[in-house]
């Protein structure tokens, strides 16, 4: 059995006592589907050491408002701590207990809200919900884990959630895909784990999801994901010595320009650079997509240097935005970034999946080839997710960018774009 005291009062079931029996552990994960009892075994962690002089514990939702929902973790510490000697603070939102230790309650609505504890010490914290915070504000938080020396509590981090939200893709890279192999365990639950739910009552509510969060909610799937009506079947995935270079009648590359680079509670946009080619037989080959997310300095330099690479028989399309500032870019482009070299902005109209809708309709005839290499992944995952909410589509705007300059989109001519 793992370390329990007076203030959780029932007994976890087997598999919250495996999250709880975690001591050695630093980081943990619990949960999956819904009905596992998350919330109740974070809480539970939070409290095994309360009667330890010296132990503070904190609590995290994304807003105040979710902390203190009906059921949520500080209704439910209410409950649990209300008929015991513990004492609450309203005023900090803390329980402290006669031994000495605390348990606070927490939010981190903005990036900037991880800054408040940037004073605090604390050997628990423990996230509810992890999907709905971002990377750097659960990663920032270890700073806060501390204890003194000879403390006779273990640091813990401590996490409970569900699939999906704005943070699936990266709790599941931690947890699921890295987990053990970085020393952070993952502790699954599925609605069967608890009994002291109506697990057939609760059974028939999820069955009225959609398919995507009935398995994200129901069965705890971290694989499931937005499903679009493209398809990355659709690409024909082949090795560079199979592309037929001689038959490549028309080449380039199609930028969809970016500036901005990763920041705390930021997602930007990315810089994408479609390169491919349209055979004598009229098919499409993109054979390669340049992707980063990088300060203007390093924008210019990763347009310059593939510019270079690929060569002068790989003509140039650089995506202009409307207004002056577009207009600026280009010429700065033109004059400074490629040095002399022919390039012509492009400017697309209507709708995004309008404008990809060429491309789809190619794939989908088998008339899209995709060479073999290492940024296949990441543009089919984006190609799927295009029309089922996916966050990016830099690389779609760049390669249907690319498929209507090689087939006849017009190219303008650098002086007459200044002159308007």
Request: proline share 5%.
């Amino acid at each position: 059995m793992p370390r329990l005291t007076k203030y959780i009062p029932h007994k976890p079931t087997p598999r919250q006592s495996a999250f709880l029996l975690l001591d050695g552990v630093r980081e943990a994960f619990y949960g999956g589907a819904a009905g596992g009892g998350k919330s109740d075994a974070l809480l539970m962690a939070a409290l095994q050491f309360a009667d330890v002089p010296g132990y503070a514990a904190l609590l995290l939702r994304r807003t105040y408002k979710d902390l203190a929902l009906e059921g949520a973790l500080m209704d439910r510490a209410f409950q649990w701590l209300a008929p015991t000697d513990a004492h609450w603070d309203g005023q900090h939102y803390r329980w402290r207990f006669p031994g000495g230790g605390t348990l606070t309650f927490g939010y981190l609505a903005t990036e900037n809200d991880k800054y408040r504890y940037q004073s605090a010490e604390f050997t628990f914290v423990g996230f509810d919900e992890l999907t709905q915070f971002e990377s750097t504000q659960y990663r920032y938080l270890f700073s806060r884990m501390r204890r003194l020396q000879g403390a006779n509590v273990p640091l813990r981090m401590r996490s409970a959630s569900n699939p999906g939200g704005v943070g699936h893709d990266w709790v599941r890279q931690r947890f699921i895909v890295e987990g053990r192999a970085k020393g952070r365990v993952f502790i699954p639950a599925r609605l069967e784990d608890n009994p002291h739910l109506d697990q057939a009552e609760y059974d028939a509510s999820l069955a009225n999801l959609d398919p995507l969060t009935r398995a994200q909610l129901r069965l705890g799937d971290w694989s499931a994901k937005p499903v679009g009506k493209y398809k990355r079947e659709w690409f024909k995935v082949i090795d560079a010595d199979a592309v037929p270079w001689q038959e490549l009648i028309t080449r380039g590359r199609y930028w969809d320009l970016a500036a901005t680079e990763p920041a705390p509670g930021k997602d930007p946009d990315w810089t994408a650079g479609c390169k491919g080619a349209v055979s004598s037989a009229g098919d499409l080959y993109l054979l390669d997509m340049a992707r980063d997310r990088l300060t203007p300095k390093g924008v210019e330099d990763l347009v310059r240097w593939h510019a270079q690479n690929d060569g002068a028989d790989y003509f140039i399309w650089i995506e202009q935005e409307g207004g002056a500032s577009g207009k600026s870019l280009i010429d700065y482009y033109g004059r400074t970034v490629l040095n002399g070299r022919a390039f012509w902005p492009s400017r697309p109209e209507g709708e995004k999946s309008v404008r990809a809708a060429p491309l789809a309709a190619m794939a989908e005839g088998g008339r899209v080839y995709v060479a073999r290499g290492v940024w296949n992944g990441d543009f089919f995952d984006e190609w799927e997710a295009f029309c089922g909410g996916g966050a990016h589509d830099d690389q779609i705007d760049a390669a249907s960018g690319l498929l209507r300059e090689l087939t006849g989109g017009q190219a303008f001519v650098l002086d007459d774009v200044m002159e308007g």
